[in-house]
């Protein structure tokens, strides 16, 4: 094999997709060439690629993970519960999702899969985790009620079977969706202070649509709203098809001033009732 087929095999495997193809072809002069880009003549060569795996040293909570390269990772899609910090309690069911996600792959091999973007804003990468048995790590957290979906576009990778899946959590009762800390509240409580930190659920009416530069809002009062940002206003359909119906809002409540909002990314997080 040239040197020139090796350094190609290397670049494919740095982007790690499932297949990809070489194109090999003898030029006037009897040499063998490879290249990644079609030529006149060239046999175009099928490459296999296996995804690297990736040994992870420590499970931080349900959606943070570490591994021996000093890489830590954030499972993309979904949300578990936060674990006793310095500066935080612990949220109703983070130690059982850490303990979950450590039984199976602390000290193990994982493979990983990307979507649109690779690093969120804290530098942590972005990935789907699959164990070496093919087990989608993601989308077992949120069946066994262990992490909700939470769905930031442009990453919808496996998007309708995490939906699914929680869908199939809900109805079973597993989990954190039997846990009292989770039961909805109505949403026009949040300016009384009947809200918790941390993921939740609100039920509510939402009366009018107010448009704005960034956000879209579905007001439910003078103080509550849910922001969509106009840039994934798309994935939402119309919006008045919300209004004056019983709504379930899944996210985390923000405090400006005297207003509250909830602000949410993909439909999955309004629920009709």
Known sequence: MTKRLLLLLLAFLLVAPSEAAV?????GEGHTHYSDRPQPGAQEIKLKLQAPYYYVQRVYDGD???????????LLGINAPEIEGRYRPEEAGGRSARDWLRQHIEDQK????FDKERHDHYDRLLAHVFTVEGEHLNLRLVEEGLAVVNLIPPNLKYSNSLVQAQEGAEAAKRGLWKM????????LEIPEGNYRRGW???????????PGRKYVRLTFGPQ?????PQEQLGLFGELERYLGKQLEVRGWVSRRRS???ILVRHPSG???L
Do not use: M
Not at 110 to 113: D, E, R, S
Not at 200 to 210: E, S
Not at 224 to 228: L, M, Q, Y
């Open 23 to 27: 194109f090999r072809w003898v030029d």
């Open 64 to 74: 943070t993970l570490l591994l021996k390269e000093g890489l830590r990772v954030r």
């Open 110 to 113: 994982v493979q990983l899969q």
């Open 180 to 187: 009292p800390d989770y039961v909805p509240r109505p949403i």
């Open 200 to 210: 939740q659920r609100y039920q509510g009416v939402p009366v009018a649509i107010r």
């Open 224 to 228: 509550v709203a849910v922001r969509i």
């Open 259 to 261: 207003n509250y909002s």
């Open 270 to 272: 309004l629920k009709p």
